[in-house]
């Protein structure tokens, strides 16, 4: 019994990143598709800690949405506060009694953080970094640990890059270095 709802927490956590991990990837003006709308993570361990509200993912992980993968030795998402429940209204998210957990369904994505060997790849180009950041409010993506990224047979580098995902922007800070390559190639 307390393995089955074990499981069903951590499915509720999958499909909640499901939903909101990288929600800003898509864009509002575009038509939500079934394989553009859902994200996958795998990894080789996830640990939920339901007290920091966080899911550790351990080990060879990917996430996947859409054209959008991301590669990392460990992700860690951070899941927003639970409002507390409306006076009468039991509060479902705290524990009721011995062995049940609470249900993470109902929390939104805050941060995802990825560490190790970072690869983001998308149909445009891609980008290596030893961390990567996205902030669900501020719809960014914090590139950080040697970021370069890659598109269109250009080559950038920094200390940061900081993706605007919303704006299709990105800034790069601290010693920004462009190589253009005039065949369009992509060096690696």
Same mark, same amino acid.
């Given at each position: 019994?307390c ?11 999958v499909?909640m +990143?499901?939903?909101a991990?990288f ?8 038509p ?10 795998t990894? !080789?361990? $996830?640990?939920? %800690?339901n !007290? @920091? ?8 992980? #990917? ?7 991301? =590669?990392s030795?460990t992700m860690? +998402?951070s ?15 705290? !524990?009721?009694?011995a062995?049940q957990?609470?249900?993470?369904s109902? %929390?939104? &994505?805050?941060?995802i953080?990825?560490?190790? %060997? #970072? %690869?983001?790849e ?16 501020? @719809? ?7 970021? &370069?990224?890659? !598109?269109k047979?250009t ?7 900081? $993706?605007?995902l919303a ?8 010693g920004? =270095?462009v190589?253009?390559?005039q065949?369009g190639?992509?060096?690696?």
């Amino acid at each position: 019994m307390c393995v089955s709802k074990f499981y069903s927490s951590a499915c509720a956590v999958v499909v909640m +990143v499901a939903a909101a991990a990288f929600a800003a990837e898509t864009g509002a003006s575009k038509p939500a598709s079934t394989e553009s709308s859902s994200t996958t993570i795998t990894a !080789q361990k $996830m640990t939920v %800690r339901n !007290q @920091e509200s966080k899911a550790v993912f351990e080990g060879t992980v #990917v996430l996947t949405k859409g054209a959008l993968v991301v =590669h990392s030795d460990t992700m860690v +998402v951070s899941f927003k506060p639970t409002e507390p429940p409306a006076a009468g209204i039991p509060d479902r998210g705290a !524990q009721s009694g011995a062995g049940q957990l609470p249900i993470m369904s109902n %929390r939104s &994505v805050s941060m995802i953080e990825a560490t190790g %060997r #970072v %690869r983001i790849e998308k149909a445009e180009g891609r980008a290596t970094s030893k961390k990567a950041i996205y902030y669900a409010d501020e @719809e960014k993506i914090v590139l950080t640990g040697e970021p &370069v990224a890659w !598109q269109k047979g250009t080559r950038v580098s920094g200390k940061k890059i900081t $993706m605007y995902l919303a704006e299709d922007r990105s800034v790069v800070e601290g010693g920004s =270095h462009v190589m253009i390559d005039q065949d369009g190639g992509e060096g690696r």
